[in-house]
């Protein structure tokens, strides 16, 4: 920021404004306040000489502090140097405190003790370069070019010690050595970095191979097991072919887990996964970064967290960001093992309860074939021949699992001789019609295929009763999203979140370096920040807004890198200059113009509302614009000066300032008010000195005034 006015103080020990005899005084501006002892203003022609011929200055104020000293003849006079030349005009402050006086009188009275000297607010107003120059030409019109200035500034209540204590309070704040917030937390802005555009496994891949057949064959499974429940299911499917397809079930599945962890295995491969042998299993390749949706997802979280928090939050929250990148790695434990599509053997139930169950249908048809006087001795081997030749159809097509054939066929086979036995060797009944004899026969026959029936549902109940698809199905659906949510999601975001991951750590770096240069300022403050302030909370948020901006400002270059695509990397450094930079500016504009003006650094719109509630209040700032100045000011000399001083109204000069904004809201624009480029309103009242105190005095000619600076 290129300054305006400069203030050189060559009084001994004073440590405001440019060091004369330091390297800044070569680049000082073209308009200049020295402030000097009036005791020492005729034996400084040396140090005005070299002031005087700095190519750059056009124009001086010189202001002299202090009583008069006396000529040779003893009287007070105001002995000034000759070698400022006619570039400089002279403010004459007898007094720093000052006494109140009315224009054009020749009685004061002593002031009350102020919270800041006279001195303070007429070089706080002589910086601001519009009152400079009015300041330069009214005193040009005053005999001599000298004069003593009485000031009445009316500025926002926070007197300068104070104001610099609510500075370091907002630079203790934003620097966060309080802050708590917990380093876990999960900030709105600050989600893990998605996938973009979803993704998919690439069609005909081998893992989009092995996933259908998986699907398939585990729907296969699922239907030919459904199909031997139904009545007619040993005709059909049978056992055999179900068995088949659930085995060729178990194969696909695990084919489909062994390739899903492998898939996984590669995708947390460290330091990065191998993207080739990902893309040959069918994993898409990495997205396409979308750089400016990232710079804006930092930028976003950093400001969000600078707002509500602190620079300490916003490195822990952007950290927090970066590490959430590398994702959690994913639970393969549900598939560690290779997927039992049957319960062990010892969990079956007893394998020989459906052929118990039927033994007395056997017997009991058999006997009852047999028994039939006229038939029997044909119905009833018929009966034993018939249940043996469908319990072997049926056993040769059921299930894997049940007690063998051989032994089912003897046990069933004696039984039924049994039961024929039993039938032929029971004395004949009394004649029974030949209709009743088929009636028996027939429902001996409908009795043994329904016992059948039963017979094959039990044996198909027990051994699907020991099958796992609905498991391998629930395994099927978790390998599914596994690689789809981790693998392929993962992958296809990966580009994106390693940028995501080296932005925020690049703007949590810029976080550190600015935190530094905050906490360097507070050090190097002059004020201890112990000044007690009363309730400003309005102006501590405005500064709090303000370093904000200059924190984001300084930031700048990293989030246009970020979003620029080009590699990250932190110039050692260069945030921290940035930010000094503009952290010095900022100071010294608080110093010069106060908080309620917004400065060039500064937050846009942070201070509208509470610079205009203040001017609107201020009784003093309207009566101040209206004054003509002959009202009872500051003067700033003492109370025995007054009396060498000219009150001849005609020769007095009065200056009226107010910030543009402060005139438009009163409506006094136009009325000979300079528009100050500082938070202050105020009048200056020029008063000439008499003739007879005012001495010109040159150098001895042997001395030599010094070479030009």
Known sequence: MTRLVDVVDLRPGASSGIDPDGPAIRNVASRIVVVDLASRSAENHSRYHQLATIGQVREIVLVLVGPMTTDEHGSPALRLSSMLGQACVTLWVGSEVGVRWEGGTDRGRQSEPEVEDGLADLLRVLGSRPVFDEVVRRVREIPFHVASPATDVVHPSVQPAELTTLLLRALRQMSGTNDQAPASEEPAAGKRAGTGTAAAVVPRSPLHRRRAAAQQHLVDAVAATAALLRWNGA?????????????????????????????????????????????????PHPQAVDHSAVAATTGALLKGRLRSGSLLGASRALRHLANSQAGRDANVNAFTTRVALERPESARANRWSPVLAVLPVVLATCFATAALPVSGIAAGPVSAALWLGLLAFLLTRRPPGGPATGKVLAVVGATAVAGVAGGLLVPPMVPVPEPFEALVCGLSVLVSLTALVLVWRAQVDRWTSTLLLGQAATVHEGLVGLVDEFVVGRQGSADLRRRTADAALLLAGGCDDVRAVFTETCSESPVDGDVRTGNHHDLVDVIHRDLERISTTALDESVRAIASGAPLTAEPGLVALRARTLTKEYVDYLRRSGGHRRPPMGAVDARGALEEAFWEDSVDARRVLKASGREEMRQLCHLSDIRRLNPDWSGVRVIRFAPEHVLELFGVIGHEIVDTDQDVVGVLRLVPLRRDVVRRVAPPLSADPGGDL
């Open 235 to 283: 005709f059909t499917t049978g056992g055999d072919a179900a068995c088949e397809r659930v085995a060729l079930a178990g194969a696909a599945l695990e084919a489909h887990r062994t390739i899903a962890l492998e898939a996984v295995s590669l995708v947390q491969r460290l330091p990065a996964p191998d993207d080739d042998a990902l893309a040959a299993m069918g994993v």
